[in-house]
């Protein structure tokens, strides 16, 4: 298997408030990025990000942040929650990959969600929703799952459901492997796997019905084994969960606080089994000599083709936020821009994380960096060999479900 396939580039979305920083705090925490964990005010809140900013002298939320979370490289790509329909949205959408939509329990789908949830409709981006502060009085799962299909018609498939309820809330009950998940420690940092308690075996037990239920429509095999009541394997309602994710029939549902540490680990796990690799996209673009649209080919070995999306004033200077699409593109060599026609060395190659930069030599296909010292306009193409193409549109292929 080829790295590739455990590359996730991924956009958190939000309505303003529902926790977005929070939860992308928690995210570097625990891919072991921000190794001090945000202070805590009396209030229980964490510190803003602008704060946490000014104390580290780091971008938290930079316009992409690389971590690794197991076997994943997981790049964050900085998705603008603006509510007007910007350019700038449009780039960062084409550049990721798959999301996690985050909610909040109470708040639900706000306007906002709408509009972004256009954008993301248009790229085809495939989601997870993350439902957030699961501990405020008022939170309601169910009201927001309902939400999500009036408002978006976005069929959300819960993979878990609520351990207590507001200030109780404990956990959550893993439908997948139905297993209790606990979140021990001070903050809540570790997992702990245990036995569904008694009082919620009966609403696990239907709750994963419906799951199974709303699944087996993608698969033969899955709808014989429920009509039998016969055990279903885990594996399988993973494969299954996954491809009709990626077609974007269905957005799992998943559900914690993102400021007590519950649930954001197995989210973390989510986004390795169920969003898309830079493989799962179908990557367009114009082939400027022969005026022809082209597949490209995420082959390390084919001519470097790459997308420039954002140019940012970071501590060490301007930097150009760069995705490549196909080949390898090497440090000090030079590559033209096919909007300019101008050939440019890349003199310095970077991954952005969250507290430090690192020095790289390559990037493959499917990857972000950031670059120095090249003259680029946000949009721009950079091509290598005797490739003469612009991206324009990024399309995920049609949905395709090809299980037995
Ligand atoms: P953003 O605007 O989406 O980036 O939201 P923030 O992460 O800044 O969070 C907004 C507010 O909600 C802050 O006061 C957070 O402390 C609080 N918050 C975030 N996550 C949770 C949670 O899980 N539960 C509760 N009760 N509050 C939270």
């Known amino acids: 298997m080829s790295k590739l396939d455990l590359i996730r580039n991924i956009g958190i979305s939000a309505h303003i408030d529902s926790g977005k920083t929070t939860l992308t705090e928690r995210v570097l925490f625990y891919t072991g990025k921000i190794h001090k964990i945000g202070e805590v005010r009396g209030d229980g809140a964490t510190m803003d990000h602008m704060e946490l900013e000014k104390e580290r ?21 900085d998705t603008p929650g603006h509510v007007d329909f910007t350019v700038e949205v449009e780039r960062s959408l084409r550049v990721l990959d798959g999301a996690i939509l985050v909610l909040c329990a109470v708040g639900g789908v706000q306007s906002q969600s709408i509009t972004v949830d256009r954008q993301m409709k ?6 997870i929703a993350f439902i957030n502060k699961m501990d405020r ?19 959300g498939v819960p993979l878990q459901i609520p351990i207590g309820k507001e200030s109780n809330f404990e956990g959550v009950v893993d439908l997948v492997q139905m297993k209790a998940v606990y979140f021990d420690g001070d903050r809540g940092e570790t997992v702990r796997l245990d036995e569904i308690p008694e009082n919620l075996k009966e609403a696990a037990a239907a709750a994963r019905h419906e799951m199974l239920d709303s699944l087996s429509m993608f698969s033969d095999e899955l709808m014989e084994l429920v009509l039998e009541e016969q055990e279903v394997p885990e594996e399988l309602i993973n494969t299954i969960l996954r491809e009709a994710t990626l077609s974007q029939d269905i957005t799992p549902v998943m559900m914690g606080t993102a400021y007590r540490d519950k649930g954001v680990q197995p989210l973390l796990d989510a986004v390795g089994k169920y969003l898309p690799s830079p493989l799962d996209r179908d ?41 490549v699409y196909q080949g390898t593109l090497k440090k000090a060599e030079q590559y033209i821009n096919t909007r300019s026609g101008r050939k440019q060395r890349f003199a310095r190659l970077l991954k952005i994380h969250a507290d430090e930069t690192e020095e790289i030599d390559t990037a493959g296909p499917g990857d972000i960096l950031a670059i120095v010292g090249i003259d680029a306009s946000s949009g721009d193409t950079y091509v290598g060999g005797d490739t003469n193409y612009a991206l324009e549109s990024i399309h995920v292929p049609e949905p395709v479900i090809s299980l037995a």
């Open 137 to 155: 009085a008022g939170a309601n799962p169910d009201a927001v799952i309902r939400q999500l299909k009036d408002k978006l018609g976005v069929v």
């Open 57 to 77: 002298g780091i971008t938290i939320t930079s316009a992409a942040t690389s971590v690794t979370w197991g076997k994943y490289d997981i790049n964050i790509i």
């Open 283 to 323: 990557i367009h673009a114009t082939d400027l000599d022969k005026e022809e649209e082209t597949t490209l080919s995420p082959d390390p070995k084919a001519p470097m083709v790459g997308m420039a999306f954002k140019l940012v004033d970071e501590q060490f200077g301007q930097v150009t936020y760069f995705r």
């Open 122 to 127: 248009r790229y085809r981006t495939p989601r």
